[in-house]
């Protein structure tokens, strides 16, 4: 059974760091894997979408690796800014039957003046 | 712009009283599902839709049932809602075939409360 960790589960870093958060799956064969961003109360945003061939796909100040051997993709966001708080999560599909995605718990994002 | 919409954004219901929550798409997307999101919890798929094919998760309750009308629309009615069933309602669309076919793209959710 796929498993989607993320660490950490809350981070808190001043107005124009970069940073990097991480998530880890247990089962490598996987189809795709998605970052999404999810604002309090809201839907979900997708961000980046990883086809499993791929090593990494870049938006703007976003940059997500994959590394499917290892089970872990790392979105990095450059010069943060307070509208980047929001809880980010990340899914995986697998490869074989219904592709369905499996979602990690998120990382919970303050960036703060 | 081509979207995922859900209504109502907020729905208040009782104990015990059927709710319907509903879900439209304007991309012409093949495939639409239905997630149950609780607080600070991952999302949870319900079941989901390939074209009229429904395909329901082992483990959601029989209490949730999901129709699909036509191809834009898609509703998730609650039987009898217990106070466990609070919780987001997420849909979501994927076109099912060609390239990106399984990106999800989801609707802002509608947050149920059962009083």
């Known amino acids: 059974k796929q498993e989607v960790t993320q660490i950490p589960a809350a981070l808190s870093v001043p107005e124009g760091e970069n940073l990097v958060l991480n998530c880890s799956f247990t089962?490598?064969?996987?189809?795709?894997l998605q970052w999404f961003r999810q604002d309090p109360g809201k839907g979900l945003t997708s961000l980046l979408l990883i086809q499993s061939s791929q090593r990494e796909q870049t938006s703007g100040r976003l940059n997500a690796s994959l590394d499917k051997s290892s089970g872990r993709s790392t979105l990095y966001i450059a010069a943060s800014q307070p509208g980047d708080s929001a809880t980010y999560l990340c899914?995986?599909?697998?490869?074989?039957?219904?592709?369905?995605?499996?979602f990690g718990t998120g990382t919970r994002l303050l960036v703060s003046p | 712009d081509a979207m995922v919409i859900q209504n109502p954004r907020y729905q208040v219901t009782q104990f015990g009283k059927p709710v319907t929550l509903s879900c439209s798409q304007t991309l012409n997307h093949n495939v639409m599902y239905w997630y149950q999101q609780k607080s600070s919890q991952a999302p949870k798929l319900l079941f989901h839709y390939y074209d009229k094919d429904f395909n329901n998760e082992a483990d959601t309750p029989d209490n949730f049932q999901s129709r699909r009308p036509n191809t834009s629309f898609c509703f998730l009615d609650i039987r009898s809602p217990g106070l466990g069933d609070a919780a987001m309602y997420l849909c979501?669309?994927?076109?099912?075939?060609?390239?990106?076919?399984?990106?999800?793209?989801f609707g802002s959710g509608t947050q149920l409360s059962v009083l």
């Open positions: 089962d490598s064969a996987i189809y795709n």
């Open positions: 899914a995986v599909m697998k490869d074989t039957g219904f592709q369905k995605l499996v």
């Open positions: 979501a669309t994927s076109k099912g075939s060609g390239r990106r076919a399984w990106e999800l793209f």
